[in-house]
C-alpha cells in the first residue's frame, strides 16, 4: 500500500488550486472539454449500426479517434495514464464498421494484447453483451438479468438512489438479454481470431475462480440457477415484467431522448 506523505499532499492540493484559479474565466466560471472514455465512443458506433442509423461521415471521425488514443502496446485506456483496456474498440473496427483490415499494425497489436490476456472471454461484461447483439457472443456467456427483478422492492435491491442510477440502463437490459436479439451482418466481419478456446460451451463457461467461497462464487452460482430457472419461468410472469420493464424505462426517459445518469447507448 502506497503511503502519501502530507507535505506532499498539501504541496499537490496547492498547486491544483493554482492550475484551476488561473483557468478561471472573468466571468467567474471555467469551461473545458467533457471527454468520455473509448469505451463510450466505441459503444455509440455499435448502437447506430444496431438501430440502421449509421452516418458514416461521423463513424469514420470516431475511428481515427480511436486510433489516436490507441497504446503502443495495442490498448486502450480509461482515463489518461490509466490502466490499459483493449476489446471494445476492436470489437468496433472488426465488426460493426470493418474500416479497419486485420492485417493493419493497429490491429495485430490490439490482437497480441486481447489474446495475451485471455481472450475476449476475460473481457467486461458490456463488451460481451455488445457482441453478443451483432452475433459474435454466445448469450450464454453473459450473466443473467431477469426481468421479474422489476418486482422486487427497492429495498431488497438497494437503496432508493443507488436502484434509480443502476436500474436506468440495466432495467431496459432486461429486456435485452429476455429477446437475445442479433443483428444479421457480413460473415467477413468477425472476431472469431479474438478467442484463446475452441468452440463450443466450454468457451462461455464462467467458472468459479478460487475454491473459497466468496461473492464471486455466489454470483457465478447465482447465474446458473438463473439460467436454469429461465426454463422453467411462467410465461405470463416473464411477459408482464417485459412489459413493466419497458413502462419504466419509457416514463424515465428525458424529453431529449435519453436517460439521465445512464452512460450506456
Known sequence: ??????????????????????AELAEGFWVGELEANTTLTSEYVLFRHLIGH???????????????????????????????????PLGVFRHACGQVAPHEPAMQRA????????????????????????????????????????????SF?????????????????TVV??????VPSSGELHVTELFVEPLGSGRYAMPVRERRFNWNTFFVLLDRLLKISEKYAP????????????????????HTGDWEGSCQP
Open 54 to 88: 449509421v452516418d458514416t461521415q461521423r463513424e469514420q471521425k470516431c475511428v481515427r479517434y480511436l486510433l489516436s488514443q490507441q497504446q503502443p502496446d495495442g490498448g486502450w485506456t480509461l482515463y489518461y495514464g490509466g490502466r490499459v483496456i483493449s476489446v471494445p
Open 111 to 154: 490482437r497480441r494484447f486481447i489474446l495475451a490476456r485471455g481472450g475476449l472471454t476475460q473481457s467486461r461484461v458490456f463488451t460481451k453483451i455488445f457482441l453478443a447483439l451483432f452475433g459474435q457472443y454466445d448469450w450464454r456467456g453473459i450473466p443473467v438479468i431477469p426481468p421479474e427483478i422489476i418486482f422486487l422492492p427497492r
Open 1 to 22: 500500500m502506497h503511503v502519501v506523505q502530507p507535505e506532499r499532499l498539501s504541496q499537490a492540493i496547492k498547486a491544483f488550486a493554482r492550475l484551476h484559479l488561473v
Open 177 to 182: 438479454f429476455c429477446s437475445k436479439a442479433s
Open 235 to 254: 410465461q405470463t410472469l416473464r411477459e408482464a415484467a417485459m412489459r413493466r420493464a419497458e413502462q419504466w424505462t419509457l416514463e424515465h426517459q428525458d
Open 157 to 173: 435491491i438497494s437503496t432508493s438512489m443507488s436502484f434509480e442510477l443502476v436500474a436506468q440502463c440495466h432495467c431496459a437490459l
